[in-house]
Structure formats: C-alpha cells, structure tokens
C-alpha cells in the first residue's frame, strides 16, 4: 500500500472544489473568516453555502494580497484573498468566542504565488499562547489547513503567526465551529491535551469528492482514501435509516465502505512518522457500518490492531448501525505507523472500515496566558493611546519571547500579572486612561518624555503596589494629589513629575505650598497681569488708528492694481497674502463680469492681478454661517503653505464687501470631471485619477501632521479638490476647518459640519472631531475617483450611499466592475485592487481601523508606481521623472484589496 503521507492524493485535495448537498441548515456558532477580504465585505460560498466575512474587525497589521490569477480559478472563493505579515515577529487575530466552549478551529493555507517570488515561506502557528503548528508548504499552488479541537476558557482567542526568518508569514481562511452535540465525544486523557487532526477520512474510489458542511453539520472535512488492492461496498441509505453513535459521522460518508479482496487478508493503513525520534500520542476513531445483509452463515468480526499489539475488537456488525471504535492517548515512537484490522478465526467475511479519524495530542499545559482584567486593560491602553510601533499582538506576556515591548509579569496566586508598563517615549497624547487603574499589580509605570495632558487621576494613589512612578516631561496640569506626596514622603513610592510646565509641585521634591505663601503669589500674579493688560490696550488703540490711515491713505490716491510703485512678483503673491480693498476686487474682476463658479459661501469670480489669473470668492449677504467661515479660512490660510492646498493671495474685508482672493485652478473642480460636466477635453485616465489622489491626500496629511497642532478640514469632498492647469490638485475651501486646541489633543467637540455623504458617521453621532473623519471623507472621495459614480443615488425615495454598491461590486470578485467603465479596462489591476483596498479601510465604520493620511499617501503612491510600470511595459513612458520620484516602491508595492 502507498504510503498515506506520500501519496499525492493528500496534496491534491486542497486544491479541488468542495463539493455538497444544498440543505440549507442552520450556521449558528461558525465563525467563517476570509482573510484579506475587502472590510464590509461577505459572501456564500456557492459549493457549500457557509457565509464568508472579512477579517478586518479581528486584526490591526497585516497587508491584503491575492493568489495568482491561475489559482483564483481552481481553488474556491475563500483563497483568493490572503492577508501577509511582512511586518512584525508575532501578528495576531483576536476573535470574540463563547466562553467554556468546545470548537473545532481551522487554519487554511494558500500561497498562489502571491508575493511573486515563488518562494515557499515558512512559519509557527500559535493558537493563543501555543504553539500548534509549524506551516509549510510543498507546492506553491496546493491549500493545506490546520484543525485543532479547543475548548476555549476565555471570551475571545488569539490566533498568532509567527515569523522564524524563513518567509513572511500569511494565512487565507480562519474557521471556527462550536461542536455542540459532539462535545461529549472528542474527549482527551487530561484537561491540558488538544487534539490536533492528522487524518480524517472516508473510503471510497472516486477520490476527487471532498465532503463537508452542509452534509457534515459540524463541517468536519472528510477526505477521500482508496488502495487498489480494496474492494468497495456501497449502499444508499439514508440518514433516517442509520442508527448513528455519538460521533455522527455524516451519513454520505458511510454510504461506501473498503474491505479486502481477498477473504482472509487484512486491511492495512500505514504512514511515515517523520519525526520518529519524538513520542507521539495518537487518538484514533474508527467508524464502521455494515453496508451488506448478511445470511445466518456469515459473520463479521476483526481484531484492531496497531504496531502488532490488539486495543480492540469489533465482533459482528449489525446492518446500518454505526459504530465507533476510539483508543486514547496511544503512544508510539514508530518510523512507519500501521493499523491493521484483521479477521478473527471465527469470522467468514474480511474486515471492512467507512472512515478513520487520527488526532495527534498537543499539550497545552503551560500558563495559560495573562489574567484576564489585566490583558483586557493593556488592551484598552492600546487602542486609546493608538501604540501601533510596538509588538502589541496577542497574549501581552506569553509567550515570553513575544511578550509585549515595555510590559513586565509575574505570576501572582497562580495567575499572571502585568506588574510594570512603560510607555516612555512613545509618542502618547490625551489624558492618562483610567484602564491603568484595573491594573491593580502594577508596581512601576512610566510615562514620562509624552505629550500627555490633563490632571493626574486620583487612581494612581490607588494602586496599593505601585512603587515607581514617573511622569516626567509631559504636560500634565493640576496638581499632584496629597497621597501621591504621601506616599513619596514615606518612601512607598519613587514620584518624577518635573519638567510639567503647568503642574503645581511640578517637581520630585515639592512640597505642599502655605496659604499665606499662595495668596502672596496671586497678588503678585494679578499686578503682573494688570500690568500687561494695560500696555496691550495701549498697543491695540495705536494700531486701530495706524489702520484707517493707511486704508484712508489707499482711497484718496484711487488705487489702480498693477500701478503701484513697488509690483507684486508672482513668486510674491504665492508667500504673502495683504488686504485688498472693494475698488480693487471690482477692477480685478472687471466688475464681477465672469462667474466660475457657487457655493454655500457665496459667488467666485475670475480675475486678474497683473498677468496673474485669481478667483475672488465674494460673501453672500445671505450666507448665515458665511462670515465666520471667512474668518477660519483666513486665519488658516495665513499660516500655512503647501503645494497641495490652494494658495490665498489676499482678502477684502470692507464693511458688507467681504472676499477671499486665491490662485486660479484653471480645471476646475474634481467633482466636474468625474460626473462629466466639464468641457475642457480631457477625460481623466487611471494615470490621472491617482496622481490626483496622490496630491489630495498629501496636502491633507499637511494639515494632519505638518501642522502644529494638527488641523482638521472638515469638508473633505470631490467639489473642494481643484485642478490647475497641468491638473495637479488642491484642497480648497477651508471654512469648517478645526484646529486642535493644543498639539497632544486627541479630538475637537464640536457640532456637525460637512457634506452629506462625506460625512463621517462616528462624528456624526459623538460629536467628536478627529482626523479619522477627515480620512473617512477622502475614503469616499477615493471611491468616487475610483469607480465615477455618485456618492448618494437616490432610488423609490431609497438612498444607496457608494460605499454600499462598492462592497457588492467586491464580492463578486472582478475588478472591472468596480473601476469607472469609461475607462475600458485601462489600468493595471493590482493598482487598482490596491486603491480599492485604502478606500474601504479608509471608509471603516469605526475610526479605530482606518489608516493615517501618512500611510494612505505611502500606498496610493504604490498604485501610482504600479500603473507606471505596466505604461512602462507597454511604450516609453514620456515623463521619466515620475518613474523615478515612484520607482523606489516598487519592490514592496501592495497590490491587493483588504480593510484594516
């Protein structure tokens, strides 16, 4: 018999469809995970009718890639995607369970040459703080998967995947079934042993019919085994017929059963045990039914044998019974295992056999991982303070070689505790998270070299181990509580809270101030302060009065623009923006003869300053929130340049006459091109779409993270990208802007402001103004770039938002039908896989897992490098300069759509 390992059989079977009877039973307690999968994404599998969601809820690393073209087309649906882990030792899912539940979970595999290189990774499988598995591959283009049956204590479970320096780790489907009715069943020596399936199989000779769900209920995959040397016995039973056991093997598995053809020979099963130095525990389940009425004269009864040694015997069958034979915990340490059923001396028929299951035992005795409170705590710590550079993934302390960077545990009544945090130097703003407080074994936290604001919680003085706590170089304001100092003063606990400009005792070693000695301080304080105030009057008055004269001084010479003593330079009018007064706007504007354009603001005008195109946007009179808005853009435009926003060269602010003054952008609008309203020619290529988005999302970035403190748009839209003349964009209208209060600052509260459909709904509903809602709105945006559809269709008084159409078009997996069909097919499909991908991780319902501008700005240069590099291919490129500014991305380009 060919050896089971060896066989080509087994190597095959990943890569054939699945193939079931569709009953339509009931999927409650699968978890169906498609990794890689477009965020909002979902499907049913149409061989097996199981539901398919994206991982993007359950993991915050990893990169969306696709299988080559060739495997999309012979494997199923779920290994199209797959999600890759070049960055990071230990990337981990998270996925909520039910607690004190039997699952069977399966990890599946499909490399399809995704990355290009053809060059089979390697790499650990951990499930929460064990290890399961190490995956390896012998064929690029064969899916192999990984069961394991779990009873899990916790709520939620750890999948992690860990990178040996042999390969960048990558996982394709995550399964996960409650075994219910089989709880009783799979049942181990001990508490602390998981069975890890080796084999499950049926016996039958057509060896390319795979079952699972929906004829398995507990979707175990039964695999098809045949020996030539057999003989097949089949029957048509049906499930009602059956007489089943606890283990419920499906019944169409046990319709075909092998038994030998030669009457007194054995029936033989053998691998190769390659490892044959280790002593492994098997777990074996045999399932046998009679499938043959047999006459008064026949029997059927055999010895079960393994390596020569008998564990059992079956004696004669009953017609359409089910019965399973089981041994637990059998150890061996053989080269080549065997089992063996051979007849008994009293037996007139040879053995027979419908299906076998082989279970290797992992043992998990081991700490079970970090108490719970305390790991849901640090977990909370991350998401509030955003910790994205460190290896926060999975168990914070386990395994000890992946433990979390800056976390320190010890084990404390049995449980493991986290007992130091430190976060210094971590980039950290906002308020220090009351989650520190549920760490009640803390005994050192370090927080120092932040951006930390707000007062120091009264908590920390309750944490009864804490021994050392440094706050130091932030800013943090308030004052130190009595029994922080208390503690210090009786050497319980080593307090740093110097350089906190605003903090009282904002030094190791203060003390508590008298009365007498604060009332002498705030008297000081008030002279000082009324001191100040008064010059500042002084100040304001002569600077009224300097202010009319000169606008005076303009009026009575009847300023004419371009006969001035001193000409404006264009390289001027882009760095220094001055105040125009209303004659000159109507000279500029040859009396407001050519509009350009309307808005809620008001009318924008074309004009000229010399030989300088400009578009003058007047305030309508009727324009409620108008003034103020002309307010904050002038404020912001004042102090910040960047070659992808809009330049202001000047304003009029003269009584009712009230206008901004910028560079002229000579294409228009975005909105304009995408919905087909232009009439300049030019019909906006793949090419084109993202050079724009490139540009946008950079002077959006600007304002993220180029500014300080960082401002907030607000109005992110299509209408509010323009285009000059060589269509390079820019952010306009800068009206709702926010600005932080201070640098650190995490959100602005502020009411709702922005355009329907743009809008973020996290905003919408908290109020919370943060720059996630800025990249929920170029989100849509991208969208609109990417497909030219609308952002709200409106059907029978039905709204359809592009977000909804765009995830349908998803799931049926063809990029075409996604992409603007103007275009014909013009693109390179990986790029545009790509700028789908940022899109929807950017449209993310939850702020939480949408990327930052800067790393939206790094991967839509990626599309943009890629698109290149096939008009590269194609003809020689005309602008060499491009290739080169995006070439350096080419070699870690990710071409393929998830959400993060």
Same mark, same amino acid.
């Given at each position: 018999?060919?050896?089971?390992?060896?066989?080509?059989?087994?190597?095959?079977?990943?890569?054939?469809?699945?193939?079931?009877?569709?009953?339509?039973?009931?999927?409650?307690?699968?978890?169906?995970?498609?990794?890689?999968?477009?965020?909002?994404? &979902?499907?049913?599998?149409?061989?097996?009718?199981?539901?398919?969601?994206?991982?993007?809820?359950?993991?915050?690393?990893?990169?969306?890639?696709?299988?080559?073209?060739?495997?999309?087309?012979?494997?199923?649906?779920?290994?199209?995607?797959?999600?890759?882990?070049?960055?990071?030792?230990?990337?981990?899912?998270?996925?909520?369970?039910?607690?004190?539940?039997?699952?069977?979970?399966?990890?599946?595999?499909?490399?399809?040459?995704?990355?290009?290189?053809?060059?089979?990774?390697?790499?650990?499988?951990?499930?929460?703080?064990?290890?399961?598995?190490?995956?390896?591959?012998?064929?690029?283009?064969?899916?192999?998967?990984?069961?394991?049956?779990?009873?899990?204590?916790?709520?939620?479970?750890?999948?992690?995947?860990?990178?040996?320096?042999?390969?960048?780790?990558?996982?394709?489907?995550?399964?996960?079934?409650?075994?219910?009715?089989?709880?009783?069943?799979?049942?181990?020596?001990?508490?602390?042993?998981?069975?890890?399936?080796?084999?499950?199989?049926?016996?039958?000779?057509?060896?390319?019919?795979?079952?699972?769900?929906?004829?398995?209920?507990?979707?175990?995959?039964?695999?098809?085994?045949?020996?030539?040397?057999?003989?097949?016995?089949?029957?048509?039973?049906?499930?009602?017929?059956?007489?089943?056991?606890?283990?419920?093997?499906?019944?169409?598995?046990?319709?075909?059963?092998?038994?030998?053809?030669?009457?007194?020979?054995?029936?033989?099963?053998?691998?190769?045990?390659?490892?044959?130095?280790?002593?492994?525990?098997?777990?074996?389940?045999?399932?046998?039914?009679?499938?043959?009425?047999?006459?008064?004269?026949?029997?059927?009864?055999?010895?079960?044998?393994?390596?020569?040694?008998?564990?059992?015997?079956?004696?004669?069958?009953?017609?359409?019974?089910?019965?399973?034979?089981?041994?637990?915990?059998?150890?061996?340490?053989?080269?080549?295992?065997?089992?063996?059923?051979?007849?008994?001396?009293?037996?007139?028929?040879?053995?027979?056999?419908?299906?076998?299951?082989?279970?290797?035992?992992?043992?998990?005795?081991?700490?079970?991982?970090?108490?719970?409170?305390?790991?849901?705590?640090?977990?909370?710590?991350?998401?509030?303070?955003?910790?994205?550079?460190?290896?926060?993934?999975?168990?914070?302390?386990?395994?000890?070689?992946?433990?979390?960077?800056?976390?320190?545990?010890?084990?404390?009544?049995?449980?493991?505790?986290?007992?130091?945090?430190?976060?210094?130097?971590?980039?950290?703003?906002?308020?220090?998270?009351?989650?520190?407080?549920?760490?009640?074994?803390?005994?050192?936290?370090?927080?120092?070299?932040?951006?930390?604001?707000?007062?120091?919680?009264?908590?920390?003085?309750?944490?009864?181990?804490?021994?050392?706590? &440094?706050?130091?170089?932030?800013?943090?304001?308030?004052?130190?509580?009595?029994?922080?100092?208390?503690?210090?003063?009786?050497?319980?606990?080593?307090?740093?809270?110097?350089?906190?400009?605003?903090?009282?005792?904002?030094?190791?070693?203060?003390?508590?101030?008298?009365?007498?000695?604060?009332?002498?301080?705030?008297?000081?304080?008030?002279?000082?302060?009324?001191?100040?105030?008064?010059?500042?009057?002084?100040?304001?008055?002569?600077?009224?009065?300097?202010?009319?004269?000169?606008?005076?001084?303009?009026?009575?010479?009847?300023?004419?623009?371009?006969?001035?003593?001193?000409?404006?330079?264009?390289?001027?009018?882009?760095?220094?923006?001055?105040?125009?007064?209303?004659?000159?706007?109507?000279?500029?504007?040859?009396?407001?003869?050519?509009?350009?354009?309307?808005?809620?603001?008001?009318?924008?005008?074309?004009?000229?300053?010399?030989?300088?195109?400009?578009?003058?946007?007047?305030?309508?009179?009727?324009?409620?929130?108008?003034?103020?808005?002309?307010?904050?853009?002038?404020?912001?435009?004042?102090?910040?340049?960047?070659?992808?926003?809009?330049?202001?060269?000047?304003?009029?602010?003269?009584?009712?006459?009230?206008?901004?003054?910028?560079?002229?952008?000579?294409?228009?609008?975005?909105?304009?091109?995408?919905?087909?309203?232009?009439?300049?020619?030019?019909?906006?290529? $793949?090419?084109?779409?993202?050079?724009?988005?490139?540009?946008?999302?950079?002077?959006?970035?600007?304002?993220?993270?180029?500014?300080?403190?960082?401002?907030?748009?607000?109005?992110?839209?299509?209408?509010?990208?323009?285009?000059?003349?060589?269509?390079?964009?820019?952010?306009?209208?800068?009206?709702?802007?926010?600005?932080?209060?201070?640098?650190?600052?995490?959100?602005?509260?502020?009411?709702?402001?922005?355009?329907?459909?743009?809008?973020?709904?996290?905003?919408?509903?908290?109020?919370?103004?943060?720059?996630?809602?800025?990249?929920?709105?170029?989100?849509?945006?991208?969208?609109?770039?990417?497909?030219?559809?609308?952002?709200?269709?409106?059907?029978?008084?039905?709204?359809?938002?592009?977000?909804?159409?765009?995830?349908?078009?998803?799931?049926?997996?063809?990029?075409?039908?996604?992409?603007?069909?103007?275009?014909?097919?013009?693109?390179?499909?990986?790029?545009? $896989?790509?700028?789908?991908?940022?899109?929807?991780?950017?449209?993310?319902?939850?702020?939480?897992?949408?990327?930052?501008?800067?790393?939206?700005?790094?991967?839509?240069?990626?599309?943009?490098?890629?698109?290149?590099?096939?008009?590269?291919?194609?003809?020689?490129?005309?602008?060499?300069?491009?290739?080169?500014?995006?070439?350096?991305?080419?070699?870690?380009?990710?071409?393929?759509?998830?959400?993060?």
């Amino acid at each position: 018999m060919a050896k089971m390992i060896a066989n080509s059989v087994f190597l095959l079977l990943g890569a054939l469809s699945f193939i079931a009877t569709v009953q339509g039973q009931d999927q409650s307690g699968f978890i169906s995970i498609d990794c890689g999968l477009p965020e909002n994404s &979902n499907y049913t599998e149409k061989n097996t009718g199981i539901n398919y969601i994206s991982d993007a809820n359950f993991i915050d690393s990893g990169v969306s890639k696709t299988v080559s073209s060739q495997d999309k087309t012979t494997h199923p649906q779920y290994f199209n995607y797959l999600r890759s882990f070049p960055n990071g030792i230990r990337n981990c899912y998270r996925i909520n369970v039910t607690s004190v539940t039997r699952y069977l979970i399966r990890a599946s595999f499909l490399y399809g040459n995704y990355d290009g290189l053809n060059k089979l990774p390697e790499f650990d499988l951990y499930l929460g703080v064990h290890f399961w598995e190490t995956v390896k591959f012998t064929n690029s283009s064969v899916s192999i998967n990984y069961e394991i049956i779990h009873t899990l204590s916790l709520d939620y479970i750890h999948i992690c995947l860990v990178n040996k320096g042999t390969g960048t780790p990558f996982i394709s489907v995550i399964e996960m079934r409650v075994l219910g009715n089989l709880d009783t069943t799979y049942r181990t020596i001990d508490s602390s042993t998981r069975l890890a399936r080796f084999r499950r199989l049926y016996f039958s000779s057509i060896t390319n019919l795979i079952y699972r769900y929906q004829d398995d209920p507990y979707d175990r995959i039964w695999e098809p085994y045949w020996e030539n040397k057999w003989r097949l016995i089949s029957s048509n039973h049906s499930n009602d017929a059956l007489d089943q056991d606890n283990f419920k093997p499906p019944a169409v598995v046990l319709k075909t059963a092998a038994t030998s053809i030669n009457a007194t020979a054995s029936l033989d099963f053998h691998w190769d045990n390659d490892d044959n130095k280790t002593q492994h525990q098997y777990y074996f389940y045999l399932h046998f039914t009679e499938l043959q009425q047999l006459g008064a004269d026949h029997t059927r009864s055999f010895n079960i044998n393994m390596d020569g040694e008998t564990w059992n015997t079956l004696e004669s069958l009953k017609y359409g019974k089910v019965y399973t034979k089981h041994v637990r915990g059998l150890s061996s340490g053989c080269k080549q295992c065997r089992i063996s059923l051979i007849r008994t001396e009293y037996s007139t028929l040879p053995p027979i056999i419908s299906a076998l299951e082989i279970y290797l035992a992992k043992n998990f005795s081991s700490q079970s991982g970090t108490d719970k409170d305390d790991a849901d705590a640090v977990t909370n710590i991350k998401m509030a303070y955003r910790v994205d550079s460190r290896n926060w993934q999975g168990d914070p302390c386990l395994p000890d070689a992946y433990k979390w960077q800056g976390v320190d545990c010890s084990t404390i009544d049995g449980f493991l505790r986290i007992t130091s945090l430190n976060l210094s130097s971590s980039g950290l703003t906002g308020h220090i998270p009351t989650d520190i407080s549920k760490l009640t074994m803390l005994k050192s936290l370090d927080l120092s070299d932040n951006g930390l604001s707000g007062n120091i919680p009264n908590f920390l003085a309750q944490l009864q181990s804490l021994e050392y706590l &440094n706050l130091a170089n932030n800013n943090l304001t308030g004052s130190v509580s009595n029994e922080l100092l208390q503690k210090q003063s009786d050497g319980r606990l080593t307090l740093s809270v110097g350089q906190n400009p605003n903090l009282l005792c904002g030094i190791t070693s203060c003390t508590l101030q008298t009365t007498a000695t604060r009332k002498k301080k705030n008297n000081a304080v008030i002279t000082v302060v009324a001191s100040i105030a008064g010059i500042l009057l002084l100040l304001g008055i002569a600077a009224v009065i300097i202010f009319r004269r000169r606008k005076t001084y303009d009026a009575a010479n009847n300023f004419v623009l371009g006969r001035r003593h001193n000409p404006i330079k264009e390289s001027e009018l882009e760095t220094k923006q001055r105040e125009y007064s209303f004659n000159e706007v109507v000279k500029m504007t040859n009396n407001f003869d050519r509009i350009l354009g309307r808005g809620g603001f008001g009318t924008v005008y074309y004009g000229f300053i010399e030989d300088i195109e400009v578009a003058v946007k007047m305030l309508s009179l009727s324009s409620v929130q108008g003034y103020q808005q002309f307010i904050a853009e002038v404020k912001l435009l004042m102090r910040v340049h960047h070659r992808n926003l809009t330049s202001l060269i000047g304003y009029c602010n003269e009584e009712t006459n009230i206008g901004l003054i910028y560079e002229y952008m000579k294409n228009g609008d975005l909105d304009e091109h995408l919905s087909g309203k232009n009439n300049r020619g030019k019909s906006l290529n $793949w090419e084109d779409r993202l050079r724009i988005a490139v540009d946008a999302a950079q002077g959006l970035e600007y304002l993220h993270n180029g500014c300080k403190p960082p401002i907030i748009h607000r109005d992110v839209k299509c209408p509010n990208i323009l285009l000059n003349e060589n269509f390079h964009a820019k952010l306009a209208d800068f009206g709702l802007s926010k600005c932080f209060a201070a640098e650190g600052d995490t959100h602005v509260s502020t009411n709702v402001a922005g355009t329907p459909g743009y809008l973020d709904p996290e905003y919408t509903t908290s109020n919370r103004l943060t720059e996630k809602s800025d990249v929920y709105s170029f989100g849509v945006v991208l969208l609109r770039i990417i497909t030219g559809q609308p952002v709200i269709i409106i059907k029978e008084d039905t709204t359809h938002h592009i977000i909804e159409r765009v995830n349908s078009m998803i799931a049926e997996g063809d990029i075409t039908k996604v992409v603007d069909s103007r275009l014909q097919g013009d693109f390179d499909n990986n790029s545009a $896989w790509k700028a789908v991908e940022i899109a929807m991780a950017s449209v993310s319902a939850t702020s939480v897992q949408r990327p930052y501008m800067r790393d939206i700005v790094t991967q839509l240069k990626d599309c943009l490098a890629a698109e290149l590099a096939r008009k590269r291919n194609i003809c020689d490129l005309q602008n060499e300069d491009l290739v080169e500014q995006f070439s350096v991305n080419l070699i870690s380009t990710d071409m393929t759509p998830s959400a993060r």
